[in-house]
């Protein structure tokens, strides 16, 4: 299999519910067996170029083209198996019910002989570090399992043009360096042309020969040689939300810790009879940010749901402290959704999950009228305005990019302003400058005497935000908490 060589000719794409186009005037060629990282700001473009190159942007009820982009001089859209895409939300990636069949399911569409096609899905799975039974059921895996599985689908394909929408957002740092010299080893190999969107130049940069920066709602602001992007607009791109290296973050703060707020007791939490963390005990306190880390798959996101009330634990306890529990119960689990509003609010790990209306502004409203707050539309201004999304106002929640829609969770969740803040990856697919306003948000929640829990990966965001950590270690009894 050799390289594709993609063609962009004035290319640009207008969602069908905007009135301006997310791309416009994009022009570049890609040769066969180059490795490209494309860059912009939150919001450019990225993610719907890279639908674009594979084939799958939609049709003309979707959206208005203009342009066109070619792999090997045919239509994109008129290609397949030539380009293989692995998007941002892992869940979107998952097809099947068990980790085999899913990696299995493109090789069988492109008819190869079943004997390699199970070659090739051991093969894959290995190169990702996905060491489990063939017949593991795909929804027991952890978010940054599923985006492994979605890259040892792609890879099992062997195709012309690799595609990688944030490919490392919900990893581990052992997975990162993982996939990245998967990736590495493979393009190597095989000579594919390899596309990926990032944030963060640093995190590709070692396997990327050439950079290509999207303007918002333009074409190419900066295209070429890896040193030379860097070099010439460096400066420029970290003041325009591009993660630089050298251009580091700083928070001015003091944490606090104040009155415990919520107890967790020899909690164990699991999926099913499948227990996946047991006997961890934990403090939620005023005042106080606390990061929870570990492995993919180490249940961290099962364990701030029963922390968040959304579901009960397996054994032990989470109990509100008295002044802060509503009278009803000291289990958040037992409470209404309306106790919950004003007390803890959960940001979810695949932001979309939480959308249930037709706009961006319709989406923010939800919470303040639930709760009956006076200042309700003041405070679907003032969170518009502070996430950068009062441009995005009348937009549908489904059309916004993956960066977007995390601001737009995290903003729905403020609405009301709750007590505690549960948070899953909160940082995932944010800019610098997206970065740095939700990390201010959640510190100035924080100052003002409320709580944040955040499960992340994010080495910036624990350095700065990490007052206390829980890190939860894979398959074993006992989670312990550092401060």
Known sequence: MTGARIVAEGWGWRHASRRSPALRGVDFTIEAGERVLLLGPSG??????LAAMAGVLGGADEGDESGRITVDGTPASELRGRASLVLQDPQANTILSRIGDDVAFGCENLRIPR????????????AVGLQYPLGRSTTQLSGGERQRLALAGVLAMQPGLLLLDEPTANLDPDGITEVRETVDRTVATTGTTLIVVEHRVDAWYDVIDRIIVLEPGGGVLADGAKETVIAQHGDALAARGVWIPGHPISLDRAPNPGDVLLQASEVAVGFGDTVVQQGVDLSVRAGESLV??????AGKTTFVRALAGLTPPMTGSVTAERGFAPTRSPHPYRWR?????????TVFQQPEHQFVSASVREELAVGPRVAKLRNADAVVDRLLESLRLTHLAEAHPFTLSGGEQRRLSVAT???????????????????????????????????????AVSVTHDEQFIRLLGDARLHLTKRVPHGGMLR
């Not at 400058?433 to 005497?449: C, F, Q, Y």
């Open 44 to 49: 450019a473009g990225k993610s719907t170029l």
């Open 115 to 126: 004997e390699e096609i199970w070659r090739r899905v051991d093969s894959a799975l290995g």
């Open 292 to 297: 929870v880390t570990g492995e993919n798959g």
């Open 337 to 345: 959704s309306r106790d919950l509003l004003t007390r803890i609010g």
């Open 413 to 451: 969740v403020l609405a009301t302003a709750p007590k505690v803040l549960v948070l899953d990856e909160p940082t995932f697919g944010q800019d610098r400058t997206t970065w740095r306003e939700l990390a201010l948000m959640i510190a100035e929640h924080v100052e003002s005497g409320g709580a």
